[in-house]
């Protein structure tokens, strides 16, 4: 069965204390990994798409990267904004268009 | 430019009444998507329209559930005979391109059925 995974559930860094999120994953025949953002009261934000093993993609303290089996969310040197849900999602598999969505990261940055 | 927007922004109804909940996508966004998040739990995939077909419906929890697209604009997600466990945030997505593209969200619909 097709499923996703994230780790920790929650995280509290100190700003400035860079950290990793984690997501594994396991679907026959990725077509795509995605993480959001997701505020409180409010529908997820895209961040990145990654398409194949050891792609990155970078954007402000977030670079996102991808293996055979998982994702990681490095954020370097976090500000107390950066404070969110992050969600991972995966699509693939043979005859569905279904996207599949972890449970989400919830973190908290402390100023 | 607008992004996705859903309406209404929260609604109550009561167990057996049947509710219509509507996307707008962004223009010219041709994928649409529905999604449900109950509390603590992570997104589950409802339906996705190419256009205004739905080449997967594998989500919809049970009959009760149906939704239709306006080609490739509004999009109406409606619950019949609501039951509380219907009780949810419904989310709407767009995409310029079918899966695996990346999905626009809407601030979603809050649904509390007493």
């Known amino acids: 069965e097709d499923q996703v995974t994230q780790s920790p559930e929650a995280l509290r860094l100190q700003e400035g204390e860079s950290s990793s999120l984690n997501c594994s994953y396991t679907v026959s025949g990725l077509r795509g990994l995605f993480w959001y953002r997701q505020d409180p009261g409010k529908g997820p934000e895209f961040l990145f798409t990654?398409?194949?093993a050891g792609e990155e993609k970078e954007k402000e303290r977030l670079k996102a990267t991808l293996t055979k089996k998982e994702s990681f969310l490095h954020i370097t040197a976090p500000k107390p904004e950066d404070s969110a849900t992050y969600l991972c999602?995966?699509?693939?598999?043979?005859?569905?268009?279904?996207?599949?969505f972890g449970t989400g990261t919830r973190l908290k940055v402390l100023a | 430019g607008a992004g996705v927007s859903q309406s209404p922004s929260n609604k109550v109804t009561e167990k057996g009444k049947d509710v219509e909940l509507r996307c707008d996508p962004i223009?010219?966004?041709?994928?649409l998507y529905w999604y449900r998040q109950r509390l603590g739990q992570g997104l589950e995939f409802l339906i996705y329209?190419?256009?205004?077909?739905?080449?997967?419906k594998s989500g919809l929890p049970s009959d009760r559930f149906s939704a239709e697209r306006t080609g490739e604009s509004v999009s109406t997600l409606t619950i019949q005979r609501t039951q509380q466990e219907d009780s949810a945030v419904y989310l709407c997505?767009?995409?310029?391109?079918?899966?695996?593209?990346?999905?626009?969200f809407g601030p979603g619909t809050r649904l509390t059925v007493t």
């Open positions: 999602a995966v699509q693939g598999g043979s005859g569905t268009y279904k996207y599949i």
């Open positions: 990654l398409y194949s």
């Open positions: 223009s010219g966004h041709t994928a």
């Open positions: 329209f190419q256009g205004n077909s739905a080449p997967d």
């Open positions: 997505a767009s995409s310029p391109r079918g899966p695996p593209g990346e999905q626009y």
